[in-house]
């Protein structure tokens, strides 16, 4: 079974190193928390929020050693007004045998609003 696992972010910079850095953190902490191999996942789309433009986000990816092989792609959110600003959400597709209750979903930093409906354990 193929499953959506799902994160979101936010940067107070649009700054390289604070892209590549909070990237990097959220997709650590969906990686652990869902027990996720390179090798099960069919392919990941980043999207951005039109503020956070200074980098690829998918850049921090290839800092995992076993991921050059996943497909990644990144694209601009659509500019929905009042919607949250310097966001970076992820979207991970993965072939796994875990029921769709079970994935834990991560919400990071002010992301952590787009979901309030979600346990409070499953966001750090």
């Not at 936010?10 to 969906?30: F, R």
């Not at 290839?62 to 979207?91: A, H, K």
């Not at 209750?101 to 979600?118: C, F, G, T, V």
Request: proline share 4%; with cysteine.
């Amino acid at each position: 079974m193929i499953r959506g696992v799902r994160g979101a972010t936010t940067v107070t910079e649009n700054l390289e190193e604070a892209i590549v850095s909070a990237t990097e953190e959220l997709l650590t902490n969906m990686i652990e928390m869902n027990e996720i191999h390179p090798d099960s996942v069919a392919s990941i789309f980043i999207s951005t929020t039109e503020d956070v433009n200074a980098t690829f986000p998918a850049k921090s990816l290839r800092r995992f050693q076993g991921w050059t092989y996943v497909p990644v792609m990144c694209m601009r959110e659509i500019p929905v007004q009042n919607s949250l600003n310097m966001c970076i959400r992820i979207m991970m597709h993965v072939n796994t045998s875990k029921s769709q209750q079970e994935i834990q979903h991560i919400y990071l930093n002010e992301a952590k609003s787009l979901r309030p409906d979600l346990d409070s354990r499953l966001s750090l």
